[in-house]
């Protein structure tokens, strides 16, 4: 039987540890996991809700005569809030993975009446409450400094999951590192950077939301 040549043999050997590697690396990152245990996915829709009780779920502050176009993040108390999708910053991945960097988009990603983006943000320093707050108008994928101030992150913590602002998708740009929170100001409980940890919640998929709500409401 001929043998292999040893430029063969050595492309097969970087074959097989290179898939090898590949095969740890995938186990190494674990995925963010919904209410149900399923893995999140990129571009399905979520509510985030708080695990604390009666908190309720991220949502866009309530239109009124004063702000016809509200910017704020917001948690509705009682309500699963506004669903979401999350959009990874490697394009190729459908799942969403912890401590890797992510875009937050309230469904639909446009605001028809304020043709507004729906993405999320960190804003500009607030020197009024000397805070950093949520926000939307922030731009999906494009990584690097421009849209630095999009980008999030999600660990384990809590009964759930925390987010953190502590983006990755620029080497050379200085940024903020901070957890999120919820932070009541000005008769609202909003979603800002706080010091310590952050907030925990969970993410229930809409479609499963909505059929526990009928459940509910047909007995």
Known sequence: ????????????????TSSIFSSVANAARKPVLDSD??????????YIVSTIWGAGGASLEPRSFEKPCPKLVVLNGFQTGVPVVFYPEDTNDTTVYESSDVNIQFVPGTDPYCQTSTTWKVSDYDPSSGKWWLTIGGEVGNPGSQTLNSWFRIRKGGDGYVF???PAVCDSCISLCNEINRISHDTKV???LAKGDGGSFLFMKASEAIKQVEEKTSE
């Not at 245990?37 to 979520?46: D, E, H, I, P, T």
Request: charged share 10%; with cysteine; aromatic share 16%.
């Open 1 to 16: 039987m001929k043998s292999m040549s040893p430029a063969v043999s050595f492309l097969i050997f970087l074959f097989s």
């Open 37 to 46: 245990g399923n893995a999140l996915r990129s571009g399905v829709q979520y």
């Open 164 to 166: 953190s602002f502590c």
């Open 190 to 192: 909003r979603l800002g």
